[in-house]
């Protein structure tokens, strides 16, 4: 299943770092979440270029999660080329991940 099924993510950016959060839909749900969506897990969702600096904060109170990627709007918002500065799509990539 894809993990859209059981929770739904936001994205936020400070310079170079992108954050991705991501909430279950029902607090049922928390404890498959936290246990199958592993920092290496997202690291291989994204591949290796994306980055190499990945750290994942728990919320179990409001059954969700944090991702925060260091250097991965390479240069951040007004000195990068990309497409998708902010890197607002990158919850959409992660959510489309099989659990």
């Not at 929770?7 to 928390?30: F, L, Q």
């Not at 969702?45 to 904060?57: L, Q």
Request: with cysteine; hydrophobic share 40%; aromatic share 8%.
């Amino acid at each position: 299943m894809k993990l859209h099924e059981l929770a739904h993510g936001r994205t936020g950016d400070k310079g170079d770092t992108s954050n991705i959060s991501i909430i279950a839909y029902e607090p049922a749900d928390w404890t498959q979440l936290e246990r199958e969506i592993t920092v290496e897990k997202v690291a291989a969702h994204f591949g290796a270029s994306f980055s190499k600096d990945i750290t994942r904060y728990t919320l179990p109170q409001l059954h969700a999660m944090n991702f925060v990627f260091k250097g991965a709007l390479t240069g951040g918002v007004t000195r990068s080329l990309v497409l998708d500065a902010h890197g607002k799509c990158l919850a959409s990539v992660l959510l489309e991940m099989e659990i």
